[in-house]
Nanobody
Framework: QVQLVESGGGLVQAGDSLRLSCTVS????????MGWFRQAPGKEREFVAA????????TYADSVKSRFTISRDNVKNTVYLQMNSLKPEETAVYYC????????????????WGQGTQVTVSS
């Protein structure tokens, strides 16, 4: 079983920065990828960023490409999402997830999900 635990969410002001963490344990797969997604109330889950466990290769949503950075630490089994210049409309629950086949921007490609961490950006 694969377990993912997100942390680092909280309440920040618009323009502030925040770093999320996702610690992974249990069985993983060769060439698997890790993704960050977010979901606001009443909206569908939205892709944010993804990274391969080895490499690393990364991809980002256009809306965050110049402001967010995804990274990983293999020793700590942890993936990070550094979020800069946060906007109020980015208030959401942020989830990390495992893609057994690599990385993609689609929810349907991810097999395991964490419980989410709340990020609230005030005006």
């Amino acid at each position: 079983q694969v377990q993912l635990v997100e942390s680092g969410g909280g309440l920040v002001q618009a323009g502030d920065s925040l770093r999320l963490s996702c610690t992974v344990s249990g069985r993983t797969f060769r060439n698997y990828g890790m993704g960050w997604f977010r979901q606001a109330p009443g909206k569908e889950r939205e892709f944010v960023a993804a990274i391969t466990w080895s490499g690393p290769w990364t991809t980002y949503a256009d809306s965050v490409k110049s402001r967010f950075t995804i990274s990983r630490d293999n020793v700590k089994n942890t993936v990070y999402l550094q979020m800069n210049s946060l906007k109020p409309e980015e208030t959401a629950v942020y989830y990390c997830a495992v893609n057994q086949a690599g990385i993609s921007s689609y929810v349907r490609d991810y097999n395991y999900w964490g419980q989410g961490t709340q990020v609230t950006v005030s005006s």
